[in-house]
Protein backbone atom coordinates (compact mmCIF):
# COMPACT_ATOMS: atom_id res chain seq x y z
CA UNK A 1 0.00 0.00 0.00
CA UNK A 2 1.44 3.90 -1.57
CA UNK A 3 0.96 6.72 1.32
CA UNK A 4 0.13 10.40 0.05
CA UNK A 5 -0.06 12.79 1.78
CA UNK A 6 -1.87 16.21 0.01
CA UNK A 7 -1.12 20.12 1.24
CA UNK A 8 -1.62 18.88 4.94
CA UNK A 9 -1.95 21.91 7.72
CA UNK A 10 -2.41 22.04 11.11
CA UNK A 11 -1.93 24.23 14.16
CA UNK A 12 -2.36 24.01 17.83
CA UNK A 13 -3.62 27.69 18.77
CA UNK A 14 -1.34 30.10 17.55
CA UNK A 15 1.39 27.73 16.46
CA UNK A 16 1.57 25.93 13.04
CA UNK A 17 2.55 21.92 12.85
CA UNK A 18 2.26 21.46 9.21
CA UNK A 19 2.32 24.31 6.57
CA UNK A 20 0.75 22.39 3.25
CA UNK A 21 2.70 19.40 3.06
CA UNK A 22 2.35 17.11 0.87
CA UNK A 23 4.55 13.76 0.19
CA UNK A 24 4.26 10.41 -1.24
CA UNK A 25 5.49 7.09 -0.22
CA UNK A 26 5.77 3.57 -2.17
CA UNK A 27 5.09 0.39 -1.45
CA UNK A 28 7.70 -1.42 0.48
CA UNK A 29 9.53 2.24 0.72
CA UNK A 30 11.24 2.72 4.20
CA UNK A 31 11.14 6.36 4.84
CA UNK A 32 12.45 8.67 7.65
CA UNK A 33 11.35 11.78 8.41
CA UNK A 34 13.88 13.62 10.30
CA UNK A 35 13.79 16.86 11.93
CA UNK A 36 14.62 18.93 15.18
CA UNK A 37 12.05 19.01 18.10
CA UNK A 38 8.66 21.00 16.77
CA UNK A 39 9.31 20.43 13.16
CA UNK A 40 5.98 18.57 12.67
CA UNK A 41 7.56 15.56 12.03
CA UNK A 42 5.32 13.58 15.11
CA UNK A 43 2.21 15.41 14.08
CA UNK A 44 2.31 14.56 10.21
CA UNK A 45 3.15 11.00 11.22
CA UNK A 46 -0.18 10.44 13.90
CA UNK A 47 -2.40 12.41 10.98
CA UNK A 48 -0.92 9.18 8.73
CA UNK A 49 -2.23 7.21 11.39
CA UNK A 50 -5.32 8.81 11.93
CA UNK A 51 -4.61 9.58 15.67
CA UNK A 52 -4.45 13.58 14.53
CA UNK A 53 -7.26 15.19 12.55
CA UNK A 54 -5.75 17.98 9.73
CA UNK A 55 -6.84 21.07 9.67
CA UNK A 56 -7.14 21.19 5.79
CA UNK A 57 -5.77 18.37 3.09
CA UNK A 58 -6.06 14.62 2.62
CA UNK A 59 -4.57 11.21 3.10
CA UNK A 60 -4.44 8.77 0.27
CA UNK A 61 -3.80 4.72 1.14
CA UNK A 62 -3.36 3.61 -2.78
CA UNK A 63 -5.09 6.36 -3.99
CA UNK A 64 -8.17 6.27 -2.24
CA UNK A 65 -9.06 9.17 0.52
CA UNK A 66 -8.57 7.73 4.23
CA UNK A 67 -9.19 11.32 5.36
CA UNK A 68 -12.32 10.33 7.08
CA UNK A 69 -11.06 6.72 7.99
CA UNK A 70 -11.34 6.08 12.04
CA UNK A 71 -8.23 4.53 13.05
CA UNK A 72 -9.15 1.58 13.75
CA UNK A 73 -9.92 0.46 10.13
CA UNK A 74 -6.76 2.03 8.53
CA UNK A 75 -4.75 -1.05 8.59
CA UNK A 76 -1.64 1.03 10.40
CA UNK A 77 0.67 -0.39 12.88
CA UNK A 78 1.95 2.22 15.32
CA UNK A 79 4.98 1.54 17.32
CA UNK A 80 5.29 4.24 19.97
CA UNK A 81 8.94 5.45 21.58
CA UNK A 82 8.14 4.49 24.96
CA UNK A 83 7.32 0.99 23.42
CA UNK A 84 3.31 1.13 25.10
CA UNK A 85 3.01 -2.23 26.47
CA UNK A 86 0.53 -3.18 28.72
CA UNK A 87 2.50 -4.35 31.99
CA UNK A 88 0.07 -6.46 33.69
CA UNK A 89 0.16 -8.42 30.29
CA UNK A 90 2.58 -11.23 29.59
CA UNK A 91 4.37 -10.67 26.24
CA UNK A 92 2.26 -12.86 24.87
CA UNK A 93 -0.92 -11.44 25.67
CA UNK A 94 0.14 -8.07 24.86
CA UNK A 95 1.35 -9.32 21.15
CA UNK A 96 -2.42 -11.38 20.98
CA UNK A 97 -4.45 -7.95 22.38
CA UNK A 98 -4.41 -6.72 18.30
CA UNK A 99 -6.32 -9.69 17.40
CA UNK A 100 -8.55 -10.50 20.18
CA UNK A 101 -9.91 -7.06 20.15
CA UNK A 102 -11.01 -7.42 16.17
CA UNK A 103 -14.42 -7.37 15.43
CA UNK A 104 -15.79 -10.76 15.94
CA UNK A 105 -16.33 -11.10 11.97
CA UNK A 106 -12.70 -10.44 11.49
CA UNK A 107 -11.30 -11.72 14.58
CA UNK A 108 -8.98 -15.34 14.35
CA UNK A 109 -9.33 -18.59 15.91
CA UNK A 110 -7.80 -18.82 19.07
CA UNK A 111 -6.09 -21.71 17.53
CA UNK A 112 -4.88 -19.11 15.02
CA UNK A 113 -4.13 -16.19 17.31
CA UNK A 114 -1.84 -18.57 19.34
CA UNK A 115 0.35 -19.51 15.90
CA UNK A 116 0.27 -16.11 14.60
CA UNK A 117 1.74 -14.97 18.07
CA UNK A 118 4.56 -17.37 18.21
CA UNK A 119 5.03 -16.80 14.21
CA UNK A 120 5.71 -13.13 15.37
CA UNK A 121 7.66 -13.27 18.51
CA UNK A 122 10.13 -15.91 16.12
CA UNK A 123 10.40 -12.73 13.42
CA UNK A 124 11.43 -10.66 16.51
CA UNK A 125 13.60 -13.66 17.98
CA UNK A 126 11.75 -13.37 21.33
CA UNK A 127 9.98 -16.76 21.52
CA UNK A 128 11.30 -17.52 24.58
CA UNK A 129 10.50 -14.40 26.52
CA UNK A 130 6.51 -15.53 25.66
CA UNK A 131 5.33 -15.84 29.55
CA UNK A 132 7.71 -12.92 30.85
CA UNK A 133 6.25 -9.52 31.95
CA UNK A 134 7.33 -6.32 30.52
CA UNK A 135 9.06 -5.23 33.47
CA UNK A 136 11.24 -8.43 32.97
CA UNK A 137 12.55 -6.99 29.74
CA UNK A 138 15.52 -4.73 28.41
CA UNK A 139 14.34 -1.88 26.69
CA UNK A 140 15.16 -3.19 22.95
CA UNK A 141 13.75 -6.55 23.99
CA UNK A 142 10.20 -4.05 25.04
CA UNK A 143 10.70 -2.08 21.85
CA UNK A 144 10.53 -5.36 19.76
CA UNK A 145 7.91 -6.80 21.47
CA UNK A 146 5.93 -3.53 20.68
CA UNK A 147 7.38 -3.68 16.78
CA UNK A 148 5.56 -7.32 17.47
CA UNK A 149 2.30 -5.96 18.60
CA UNK A 150 1.97 -3.70 16.01
CA UNK A 151 2.34 -6.55 13.01
CA UNK A 152 0.39 -8.60 14.48
CA UNK A 153 -3.03 -7.08 13.06
CA UNK A 154 -0.96 -7.64 9.73
CA UNK A 155 -0.82 -3.80 8.97
CA UNK A 156 -0.33 -2.88 5.35
CA UNK A 157 1.36 0.47 7.10
CA UNK A 158 3.89 0.44 9.67
CA UNK A 159 4.71 3.79 11.58
CA UNK A 160 7.22 4.56 13.47
CA UNK A 161 7.35 7.42 16.17
CA UNK A 162 11.40 7.86 17.37
CA UNK A 163 11.16 3.88 18.15
CA UNK A 164 15.03 3.91 19.28
CA UNK A 165 15.18 7.01 21.07
CA UNK A 166 15.02 5.79 24.75
CA UNK A 167 17.32 3.03 24.42
CA UNK A 168 21.25 3.57 24.56
CA UNK A 169 23.45 4.01 21.65
CA UNK A 170 24.86 0.57 21.00
CA UNK A 171 21.48 -0.89 21.65
CA UNK A 172 19.83 1.85 19.19
CA UNK A 173 22.26 0.80 16.47
CA UNK A 174 21.91 -2.96 16.72
CA UNK A 175 18.13 -2.59 16.48
CA UNK A 176 18.37 0.16 13.46
CA UNK A 177 20.13 -2.48 11.70
CA UNK A 178 17.42 -5.38 12.74
CA UNK A 179 14.78 -2.87 11.51
CA UNK A 180 16.56 -2.62 8.29
CA UNK A 181 16.46 -6.75 7.99
CA UNK A 182 12.72 -7.10 9.00
CA UNK A 183 11.39 -4.36 6.45
CA UNK A 184 13.03 -5.52 3.75
CA UNK A 185 11.28 -9.38 4.43
CA UNK A 186 7.96 -7.44 5.32
CA UNK A 187 7.91 -4.97 2.07
CA UNK A 188 5.56 -3.00 3.81
CA UNK A 189 5.36 1.20 3.07
CA UNK A 190 7.00 2.12 6.47
CA UNK A 191 7.69 5.75 8.01
CA UNK A 192 9.53 6.69 11.07
CA UNK A 193 10.06 9.58 12.75
CA UNK A 194 13.50 10.48 14.55
CA UNK A 195 15.98 13.65 15.11
CA UNK A 196 19.37 11.69 15.10
CA UNK A 197 20.95 11.99 11.67
CA UNK A 198 22.82 8.83 11.54
CA UNK A 199 19.35 6.85 12.52
CA UNK A 200 18.01 8.20 8.97
CA UNK A 201 21.15 8.03 6.98
CA UNK A 202 21.83 4.52 7.75
CA UNK A 203 18.18 2.84 8.18
CA UNK A 204 15.86 4.59 5.26
CA UNK A 205 15.34 4.26 1.47
CA UNK A 206 14.71 7.85 1.53
CA UNK A 207 15.00 11.08 4.03
CA UNK A 208 12.11 13.59 4.20
CA UNK A 209 14.16 17.04 6.07
CA UNK A 210 11.19 19.07 7.75
CA UNK A 211 11.53 22.14 9.27
CA UNK A 212 9.26 24.42 11.30
CA UNK A 213 6.18 22.25 9.61
CA UNK A 214 7.66 22.35 5.66
CA UNK A 215 9.33 19.91 3.78
CA UNK A 216 13.18 21.47 3.33
CA UNK A 217 14.45 18.39 0.89
CA UNK A 218 13.33 14.97 0.34
CA UNK A 219 15.98 12.64 -1.26
CA UNK A 220 17.76 9.13 -0.54
CA UNK A 221 20.45 9.51 2.14
CA UNK A 222 23.10 9.96 -0.30
CA UNK A 223 21.41 12.57 -2.28
CA UNK A 224 20.95 14.58 1.15
CA UNK A 225 23.98 14.19 2.23
CA UNK A 226 25.81 15.29 -1.02
CA UNK A 227 23.55 17.94 -2.27
CA UNK A 228 21.53 19.33 0.76
CA UNK A 229 19.06 22.18 -0.96
CA UNK A 230 18.92 24.53 1.77
CA UNK A 231 21.38 25.85 4.87
CA UNK A 232 19.23 24.33 6.96
CA UNK A 233 19.69 20.65 5.42
CA UNK A 234 23.48 21.18 5.01
CA UNK A 235 23.67 22.45 9.00
CA UNK A 236 21.26 19.73 10.62
CA UNK A 237 23.15 16.57 8.73
CA UNK A 238 26.21 17.20 10.48
CA UNK A 239 28.64 19.92 12.33
CA UNK A 240 29.34 22.89 9.85
CA UNK A 241 31.29 25.56 9.53
CA UNK A 242 30.03 29.13 7.89
CA UNK A 243 32.37 31.55 6.71
CA UNK A 244 31.06 34.76 4.81
CA UNK A 245 32.49 35.73 1.65
CA UNK A 246 31.91 36.84 -2.22
CA UNK A 247 30.58 35.50 -5.18
CA UNK A 248 31.77 36.75 -8.42
CA UNK A 249 30.57 34.75 -11.70
CA UNK A 250 30.13 31.26 -9.67
CA UNK A 251 33.65 31.82 -7.50
CA UNK A 252 33.55 32.24 -3.64
CA UNK A 253 36.14 34.16 -2.62
CA UNK A 254 37.41 35.08 0.86
CA UNK A 255 40.65 34.70 2.87
CA UNK A 256 42.37 34.53 -0.17
CA UNK A 257 40.78 31.28 -0.75
CA UNK A 258 38.63 30.63 -3.73
CA UNK A 259 36.58 27.70 -4.22
CA UNK A 260 33.58 26.69 -7.09
CA UNK A 261 30.14 27.86 -6.53
CA UNK A 262 28.35 26.57 -9.40
CA UNK A 263 24.43 27.37 -8.03
CA UNK A 264 25.66 31.27 -8.01
CA UNK A 265 26.83 31.33 -11.31
CA UNK A 266 26.57 34.86 -13.43
CA UNK A 267 26.24 36.35 -9.57
CA UNK A 268 28.29 39.90 -9.09
CA UNK A 269 29.93 40.55 -5.38
CA UNK A 270 27.15 38.77 -4.11
CA UNK A 271 27.58 38.18 -0.78
CA UNK A 272 27.72 34.45 0.36
CA UNK A 273 28.55 31.64 2.90
CA UNK A 274 30.90 28.77 2.16
CA UNK A 275 29.29 25.87 4.41
CA UNK A 276 32.36 23.34 5.20
CA UNK A 277 32.37 20.39 6.67
CA UNK A 278 35.19 20.12 9.50
CA UNK A 279 37.03 16.84 7.56
CA UNK A 280 36.98 19.54 4.64
CA UNK A 281 39.27 22.07 6.08
CA UNK A 282 42.89 21.62 5.40
CA UNK A 283 45.64 22.88 8.37
CA UNK A 284 48.93 25.14 7.70
CA UNK A 285 51.19 27.19 10.16
CA UNK A 286 50.83 30.76 10.00
CA UNK A 287 54.00 32.21 8.77
CA UNK A 288 52.80 35.33 8.03
CA UNK A 289 52.52 34.54 4.03
CA UNK A 290 49.97 32.09 3.30
CA UNK A 291 46.47 32.34 2.31
CA UNK A 292 43.62 30.70 4.27
CA UNK A 293 41.45 31.78 7.80
CA UNK A 294 43.98 32.62 10.68
CA UNK A 295 43.05 31.08 13.56
CA UNK A 296 44.47 29.75 17.33
CA UNK A 297 44.70 25.81 18.33
CA UNK A 298 42.54 25.82 21.64
CA UNK A 299 41.67 22.12 21.89
CA UNK A 300 42.54 19.06 20.18
CA UNK A 301 41.08 15.60 20.90
CA UNK A 302 41.34 12.22 19.86
CA UNK A 303 38.89 9.54 18.63
CA UNK A 304 39.62 6.14 16.76
CA UNK A 305 41.64 7.40 13.73
CA UNK A 306 40.89 10.87 13.68
CA UNK A 307 42.03 14.31 15.74
CA UNK A 308 39.08 17.28 16.56
CA UNK A 309 40.41 20.04 16.41
CA UNK A 310 38.49 23.45 18.39
CA UNK A 311 40.06 26.67 16.21
CA UNK A 312 39.58 30.47 17.21
CA UNK A 313 39.27 32.41 14.74
CA UNK A 314 41.29 35.56 14.70
CA UNK A 315 39.80 38.56 12.95
CA UNK A 316 36.29 37.65 15.08
CA UNK A 317 35.09 35.88 18.45
CA UNK A 318 33.97 32.29 16.86
CA UNK A 319 35.25 29.18 16.52
CA UNK A 320 36.01 26.48 13.32
CA UNK A 321 36.04 22.72 14.18
CA UNK A 322 37.93 20.48 11.96
CA UNK A 323 38.98 16.43 11.62
CA UNK A 324 42.39 15.56 10.00
CA UNK A 325 43.09 12.03 10.35
CA UNK A 326 45.12 11.10 13.81
CA UNK A 327 48.49 10.12 12.08
CA UNK A 328 48.65 13.82 9.78
CA UNK A 329 48.03 15.10 13.28
CA UNK A 330 51.02 13.13 14.92
CA UNK A 331 53.19 14.33 12.22
CA UNK A 332 52.53 18.24 12.19
CA UNK A 333 53.23 18.07 15.85
CA UNK A 334 50.52 20.48 16.54
CA UNK A 335 50.53 22.22 20.44
CA UNK A 336 47.62 24.21 21.54
CA UNK A 337 47.91 27.83 21.60
CA UNK A 338 49.86 27.34 18.07
CA UNK A 339 48.65 30.14 15.45
CA UNK A 340 47.28 28.42 12.09
CA UNK A 341 45.46 29.09 8.78
CA UNK A 342 42.23 27.38 7.87
CA UNK A 343 42.00 26.25 4.32
CA UNK A 344 38.49 25.09 2.92
CA UNK A 345 39.38 22.84 0.10
CA UNK A 346 35.90 21.90 -0.39
CA UNK A 347 32.51 23.82 0.26
CA UNK A 348 28.55 24.50 -0.57
CA UNK A 349 28.06 27.69 -1.09
CA UNK A 350 24.82 29.46 -0.41
CA UNK A 351 24.00 33.60 -1.00
CA UNK A 352 23.75 35.16 2.35
CA UNK A 353 19.81 35.78 3.43
Not at 40 to 61: H, Y
Not at 250 to 258: C, R, S, T
Amino acid sequence: MSIEVKNLSRRFGNFRALDNVSLHIETGELVALLGPSGCGKTTLLRIIAGLETADSGSVLFSGEDATGVDVRHRRVGFVFQHYALFKHMTVFENVAFGLRVMRRSERPSEARIRAKVHELLNLVQLDWLADRYPAQLSGGQRQRIALARALAVEPQVLLLDEPFGALDAKVRKELRRWLRRLHDELHVASVFVTHDQEEALEVADRVVLMNAGHVEQVGTPREVWEHPATPFVYGFLGDVNQVAGHVNDGIWQAHGIELPAPELHGARQQEAVAYVRPHEIDLARNDGGGQGIPVRLRHVYLAGPSAYLELERQDRQDMIEAQVPEQLYRELQLKEGESLLARPRRARVFASA
